[in-house]
């Protein structure tokens, strides 16, 4: 049940600090503050970056949507590159490059707790 | 331990995973930005954090600069028109440079570009060629020399001054969600605005209303065809009736003293210099015309095409594209004059035009403007109105220069050999290497075709400096004919056809420019360089053609032929069928027997869209079909056609089955001969008007010959089909082509005539000024054609009435006009306002009423700006 709640805050947090970097601009750091969150979430590495990944592109969504005219943009850009699908596809494409940048940041921190859960075991023995 | 490595494993694979993700986010896929930047959902960062510029409505400020201040009343209005009201001339400026930065930025941005050849700076690789052509016209060169000429206490160095410097200013005040979205996604951030930017789009207008390549391709049809065939195909002057603007009958004085027309040798191939062998010149012909395509202009449009491979900028930009225009004076009663214009130039959104009202002391105007030009180009104030339409003279000349290899590097001119100027130019690509481009030059031109030493130069007056900008500026200002003419003093490439109405009555229409005079030899064709046919000045302004206050009550230019047979001096030969010139004499005519000569009838004119072809054409076409042997489809057809009023609306089967027949006519009668005297692609067959080019063939030279024999020559020799050796005659022809029309439209349209509705065919196109399909406007089912007053060129149309004014100075603030697109480039705000109005045919009234009193100053009494 801790451990539940703690991911679920984990995941809040990240969600936050996801939000925030992405309003600043510095979207693509977002798998730096995921290390030591997925380090902290001590879960398998699949399930720190699902859950960071999605706090990530949810971070980065709640910021896109700030801004009143921003899907209206997505639909304009994807004109300018010649995507179809109004903004679907920039959209999918940011919010791809959010979960994977933040997932894989948490997976990377998960598995450095696995590491490091192994090093102190083989020690112990 | 194997637990272990597999954890190292996955902590590597997620480290590397992550690598990657920002390899993808932070390395740019060329030409765009990376996507780290493009599509950051920071606040007003990337493209999801942009927003469009103001709105509709009216703000009132203070502009402040340095120590001087001024109060500024700025209203935005849905007719597409920005309206300023300065106390102070400088702030009037000031902030139309500054509102036409806010609202057409990445407009101002690529037409520099173009015009300084820097595309490929910004979009990559596939603008090299047109970065290569605009270095080569020099158009930056050109520009600095022009601003370093300006007078610094003039009126036009004030305005351009404090026109640059609120461009400038909205640059550095602007927010980064106002970065236009094309340029995030090109991750271009803009660099300031000069002057010479200013005249570098000058250039770019000014090729686009005088530039020409047609001597390459002719001079091929002067090589391979008999003198009999050129006088017969090529008339340098047209066969059909005509109505001449400057006509003899009009302006006698014009066509007094003695010109350079009689010495000039017309149908002949001119010579070649000493040691050039004409298999090598050809090459260096076909080597420039090549060289031509580098101009967006004379590329086929971008539209309709599919984007090719992942690059959307690839066909960047919408050539800017003159293909006629109209425009008319007329003497109302009681001493009214009223002026009535539309240039046909491409239609875009953004429109290559933007609606401004400018108010400060001593100046009221409105109208339309280039951006990155102050004042207003096309318009009115209280006292004068005017408009132009494209005089297609001919200042383009081209030489083949004599060259030798024991002189490389040097030419043969006026008896000694001189170097060839060489500038070098560094062409900036993205996501490429820089190149270095040299450009050449001679004393009679720059270098455009070179093939084995032999080597093809071209003079335009262009290439000189030359300050158009005060020109409009000094209309901007007129009060009346005097003030007129001094502005026009100024303008000297592109030339116009300026039309002309003051609120005391007289109207007329005035082509005043630089009109080169050669002594000799053939100027539709390549000329020899060696000096004895350079340029030896310019028709002097006073034998220049003009009409004012013509006893007719009227004068009209729809890119005709402008003076009658016996014009002392050579202008050019490339007109316009002026099959619009006469649709627009017929009606005036009728409005004019009708005392009807108001507002609302030049409205009906401008939207004319009978095809006056049809009068020349359609009775001999009936006549011939009615003893054809025709299907049954065939027969129907004939009948839609019988009744036909020869109106290009959308709902008529008849102009469709006009349209494709007239085509099919023109080409079964003419490329038989084309093909038989070995025109080839490479020389311009397919490509050129008087080649058979597309749509212009609708237009172009040789409708008029095919006309004059219809009408008059039916039995002429050139029906005869020299490929099968098949002797025939114009209904023969016509027969045929009506067949092959059927034929093909029922393959197209299906099995019912009726149905075959000119609507479904002939569609507008708002094309995005960008080259990006998607951002275009449309298709509509459009009515008219190429030749109709109210003119849509070709099956998809993105060239057309780009701006409608008419203008009754007795009560000129009853002024209407209307242009296509909006105010914005970004389509989420005042992008394609007006649209509906322009293709409707509804005009808004230039000076509506409702708005701030300072709008008014000069037409209401005690009002001050």
Redesign the interface.
Known sequence: MMGKTRIIALFIVGAIIAMAL???????FM?IPMIPMGYAMRSR?IVS?ALLGLAGAVG??A??L??P??I???A???????APGGPAI?LA??LT??F??AG??G??GA??S??VK??RV?KAR | MSFRISSMIKLSAAIIGVAVVLAVMYIPFSPLAPLVDVLNPGIGIGVWGSTPPPGIGCINNTVAINSSTAEVTVCVTPDGFIRIAANQDWALFYEQGYLTAEYRLAQLVFMRAMAEGNLSSIVGPSMIQSDEFYRTLESTIVAQETVNQLNKSSYEYMALHYYVLGINDYIKSMPPSRLPLVLKVLGYEPTPWSMRDTFAIQQLLTWSLSGTDDPLAFTFALENMPKQAVEALYPAYPPSVQYPIYSYNLNPTIYEGSGNARNLSLYSMNPLPPGIALPAFNKAAEDAIAFFQGDPSFSSSIVGKILPGFNPFIHYVEGLTDAGSNNWVVNASMGTAILANDPHLTTTVPSIWIGFQLVAPGLNVVGVDFPGTPGVILGHNPYIAWGATDAEPQVCYFYVEETSPSHPGEYFHNGSWIPFTVIHETIQVKGGKDINYLVERAANGVVVGNYSGVVIVMDWTGLYPNNEVATFLGFDLAKNLSDFLTALSNFKVGIQNFAYADNKGNFGIFTYGLYPIIRAGNPRAVLPGYGNYDWVGFIPTSDQPYVLDPSSGFAASANQVPVSRGYPYYLGWSYESGFRADEINHDLSTFKAASNLSISSMEATQLDVHDYSTDLFLPSLISALSEGKLGTMGRRAVDLLVKWNGNFTVDSAAATIYYFWLQQYMNDTFMPWLIYYNITRPEGLGEFSFFLGPDSVYHGQLILDLANWTQYYPDSQWFYDPLNHQARNSDYVMVLAFNQTVKYLQELLGPDPTHWDWGYVHKRLLASLFGLPGLTVGPFQSPGDGNTINAAYGLTSTIGPSWRMIADMRHPMSAVGVYPGGISENPLSLYNDTTAYWLTGKYYQLMPSGLPMEFYYLYLPGVKP
């Open positions: 992405s309003v600043v601009g510095y979207w693509g798998f590495s970056l980065a969504m910021s896109i700030l801004n005219y921003a209206q943009d997505g304009v850009t994807a004109a300018i590159i010649g920039p494409l940011t490059l959010a994977l940048n894989l940041g997976a990377a598995q450095a696995e590491v192994n090093k083989g």
